[in-house]
């Protein structure tokens, strides 16, 4: 049973624009989400991350909203570009536990055309 | 220079082979980890360490067995492996509690 999903392998959006990607989870003890960027040959790297006592957290482009009702995740890349195309992992774990003990989603296969 | 060194990259070996896969941080991180990244799988954690100590075993079979000497080492000693152990095997690090994975650039495994 995966508890974490993210149900789109891949997305190809043009440079500009918005790129939304998406997670559910079923597990809901979970209380703190991250996303990690993964780039060919290279090992995963940390972007951004939430608790579950908030539905949005934004850092630069990247802006993550939470929907605990819906045990919904998403990120929001804007504008895209071409740099951004990558492996996305969605990641979800408890607060107080390591961050090593999260549990991944499948990844998706992020394209940004110039 | 990603902070988690990890060596070798590319490793093939044999069924009847020993072999080791090293891992080494540099952020004075306490917590370390082995992760597994097969081919259309989402990554799978097998073990952690806190402070030189395992705190848990993903119920690994042993034919993976790791050694934490200190808290910025970790190695993975690997023997009789199969092919579908074949994948790409990610360290990482983080401290204690709270904060984000820091990963190596990992070690693509082919088990021939």
């Known amino acids: 049973d995966q508890q974490v999903k993210q149900n789109s392998p891949s997305l190809s959006v043009q440079e500009g624009r918005i790129s939304i990607l998406n997670c559910d989870y079923t597990n809901s003890m979970f209380d703190y989400f991250l996303w990690y960027k993964k780039y060919p040959a290279e090992g995963p790297t940390f972007l951004i991350s939430?608790?579950?006592?908030?539905d949005k957290n934004e850092d630069g482009r990247f802006t993550v909203f939470l929907n605990k009702s819906a045990k919904h995740l998403s990120l929001h890349i804007v504008p895209s570009q071409p740099g951004d195309s990558a492996v996305y992992f969605c990641a979800a774990s408890w607060i107080g536990t390591h961050a090593g003990k999260s549990t991944f989603g499948d990844g998706t296969t992020l394209t940004v055309k110039p | 220079e990603t902070g988690v060194t990890q060596t070798p990259r590319h490793l093939v070996m044999g069924m009847t082979n020993k072999k080791s896969l090293k891992c080494e941080q540099h952020l004075g991180h306490n917590a370390m980890y082995w992760y597994k990244q097969s081919a259309k799988k989402p990554l799978e954690l097998m073990f952690v360490y806190n402070f030189k100590e395992q705190t848990e075993n993903n119920s690994v079979p042993s034919r993976f067995s790791p050694e934490c000497p200190n808290s910025s080492h970790l190695f993975l000693h690997l023997h009789t492996l199969q092919p579908e152990d074949s994948a790409l095997y990610l360290c990482?690090?983080?401290?204690?509690?709270?904060?984000?994975?820091?990963f190596g650039n990992g070690t693509r495994l082919t088990v021939t």
């Open positions: 939430i608790s579950s006592i908030k």
């Open positions: 990482a690090s983080s401290p204690e509690r709270g904060s984000p994975l820091h």
